[in-house]
């Protein structure tokens, strides 16, 4: 249990003073989800016996083990609070049970793919994720601080279904081209 809450607070840590140039808490907020899921790329023994020991040691000790979890639910709370005061993000949930959800589908995300394997680059799957992350919690899934290109992941293209771009001030509109 002490390794994963020592690899959980040092990721945390790093992942907070990364985040600390983004002026944006919805933007933080999914700086989190898409870091922690850029972490499949290493496809690295070690982070798949995190996996594998996060479980185990989650029906054996369910309490401690969420316990070890929380410093990632208390960075998502923070955005989640700031982003709810700038009127950015409207939860339909307390605040905390939202930070607790986000915490659970980005876990859930990164230990499917650690175990079943990646159908497409790490990069894809972190970006469409963290793009998604304000929707359930009542906001956009685009900033309008940035342009959606900004979050495309590579390769996609226009046949893949109309892009959506904001320019701060503007309202979503499709758009085909890249």
Known sequence: MAVIEDII?????????????LEDPVDRLRFYVTSTLLGLADRDPGASFITVEHW??????PEETSRATMPFTNLVLAEIRDATELGELHPHRPRNNSAWLVTQLTMAIFHHYDSAGLPEPADVIAKDSGRS???????????????ADAYEPPGRTSESGPRFRIVAGDKPRADSGP
């Open 9 to 21: 607070d040092d990721s945390c840590e790093g992942y907070k003073q990364a985040a600390a140039k």
């Open 56 to 61: 185990r040691l989650q029906t054996l000790y």
């Open 133 to 147: 992350v304000s929707a359930p919690l009542g906001g956009t899934n685009v900033s309008p601080r940035l342009r």
